[in-house]
């Protein structure tokens, strides 16, 4: 496990490589505050590195499609983004917020990895 100099330098991202050569996974986690703007050019940069990536954080982003509660702007961006690049939310609906039944804390996997999520999780 490494974790990606080139990314140093954005303080509310940490992403690390974990295994070797052709299966090697990258793993970003990520903050966005409830007042800004989701890093979307910055999640393009990541996958444009390893499109083997998982995504995971809080990213305070509201969607209807993973979430029992109103959607907000970040979630229809994210919603977007989600469709472009051919990922799916892992784990819908389930409330990651106490003040709220919002899910705002979210893993994010393109579809092979996701699909290797729900074969894992069907079969234990």
Sequence with gaps: ?????NFQNDYNLIVLDIGYSSNQVQLATCYSPPNEN?????FNDILRRN??????GDLNAKHESWSNTTGNQKGGLLFEWLNENYFQVINKFVPTSTRSNAVIDLILAPMNIYFWFFFCISTY
């Design 1 to 5: 496990m490494q974790r990606l100099i």
């Design 51 to 56: 499109s083997n990536t998982i995504l995971l």
């Design 38 to 42: 989701l890093p979307l050019n910055l």
